[in-house]
């Protein structure tokens, strides 16, 4: 049976945090992964699904550190899961211990976008042209123009004795463009982290939203890229 994995910590695992939510933990070392069982299905989550599945992993978070995955992270079966632990021990306990006591907080802004930051249409017809099009929107949407990027290191500064570390990304976004900052913040520093924030961004006259705290998705790169993790 396939099982589909929330999330990697420590153990003991809390398993009080998950009771009733049909996590099962795999054990291995001084790690444990949180898994639910997947049926042989391939339809796409709903709704209901994908807000179950971050709720197990906010409430263990509530407990500790954890390294958390987006939803569709498959392993085959249990024994797979364990040599998962395995086999990225050092890297999940370093990361483990960098996550210790912190959380992610996000800022979102919309931005009028800038005449040539605007991604050229995309052609009709197949082939190179077509792809060659949605390469560079892609690679236009996540980087920051040279103003957005002065924006953010601006906010950066203003926030940095609040923050161990930070990521930024932005995307078009009808007629503008969406850029996000994450941050990962001590637990203890998060009202002040969210004052602070609202007070920086709110006489700017751009919409803004933040959100937070949340586990630590946007820190974790390359957490699911092992060969035993397969996208479901």
Request: charged share 20%.
């Amino acid at each position: 049976m396939k099982y589909l994995v929330h999330c990697i910590l420590r153990r003991p695992a809390p398993c009080a945090a998950a009771r009733g939510q049909g996590v099962i933990f795999v054990e291995s070392g001084n790690l444990s992964a949180a898994v639910t069982p997947r049926g042989s299905g391939t339809a796409p989550p709903d709704a209901r699904q994908l807000l179950g599945y971050e709720r197990v992993i906010s409430k263990l978070h509530a407990s500790g550190p954890v390294i958390p995955l987006r939803y569709g992270c498959l392993v085959e079966d249990e024994a797979a899961a364990v040599r998962l632990l395995e086999e990225g021990s050092a890297g999940y306990e370093a990361l483990l211990e960098r996550l210790e006591n912190r959380v992610e907080m996000g800022l979102r802004v919309l931005w009028e976008a800038a005449g040539d930051s605007l991604p050229a249409p995309t052609p009709a017809t197949p082939g190179a042209a077509y792809l060659a099009a949605a390469r560079r929107r892609r690679c236009l949407e996540a980087e920051l123009t040279p103003a957005e990027r002065a924006w953010a290191a601006g906010v950066c500064a203003g926030l940095s004795d609040l923050y161990s570390e930070e990521s930024q990304e932005a995307r078009f976004a009808g007629a503008g463009r969406l850029v996000s900052l994450y941050f990962l913040v001590p637990r203890q520093a998060v009202r002040r982290f969210r004052a602070r924030l609202r007070r920086m961004v709110s006489g700017q006259g751009r919409g803004f939203l933040v959100s937070g705290p949340w586990p630590p998705y946007n820190f974790v790169n390359g957490a699911a890229s092992h060969e035993g993790i397969h996208a479901g």
